[in-house]
């Protein structure tokens, strides 16, 4: 069997979110109880379930940001699979959902990488004195403002680029077959959030954080099986 184009890209695309997968992991796969941290407990509200870093060791926060920052090239690969197999679609939008696809993974390494920061702050509020603590709570504020303003357009970027690569397959035009219209991160994100809930419990604690990742995952390899032969 020759191995094309496709194929190469779609296995990259198929590494690269699995990589990605164990960055959210290895940064977001913890428990901590806040009572065995009393100096976390006076900004519960201001951490809200970020706590958890607390435990994570400064090693496995800096490769858990890196793997995923690194792995974005790889997503974007993917993303130019998809592209090529929306040949036929209508051009512009095509090309549309390949630059939202590719503009929400760039601003997403940001963000996954800015969780070590994150990791960092948490660790350092629990270990300065008391009266130190205003100042990095207040970085952390700041931090979490940050991360709101990228997550936004991140998330409506996966949407409108999702919603546009449902209708060009619906469409009949493209090298996919019809009922992939139904296969997308949003879709794939939606059907793991309801399959969690009926795995074994150390599965969820291992996949915590993992979510979209794993919908890229399964979304990549739905397109490189349906693209195979074309």
Known sequence: MEISTIHITGFLAILGAFFYAIG?????????????YPKLKPFAKLLSDAEKMVVLTPNRMIWGALIG???????????????????GANASMALATFSLFGSASIIGAFV?????????????LNNIEEKSQSVIAGM?????????ITYAPLLIFVIMAS???????????????VWMAAINPVTMTIVWMIVKRILPQFIRDWTEGAGFSIAYLIFFACTTITLWNK
Not at 73 to 81: E, K, N, T, Y
Not at 116 to 121: D, R, S, T
Request: hydrophobic fraction near 50%; glycine fraction near 8%; charge should be neutral.
């Open 140 to 148: 952390i504020e700041r931090h979490k403002k940050v991360l709101l």
């Open 112 to 124: 996954h990488g800015s969780f070590y920061y994150m990791g960092e702050y948490i660790q350092a």
């Open 163 to 177: 919603v546009l690569f449902s209708i060009l397959v619906a469409s009949g035009r493209t090298m996919f077959p």
């Open 24 to 36: 959210d992991v290895l940064l977001l796969a913890s428990k901590a109880s806040l009572d065995d």
């Open 69 to 87: 920052v690194f792995s974005t090239p790889l997503m974007l690969v993917g993303f130019w699979q998809v592209y090529q197999g929306l040949g």
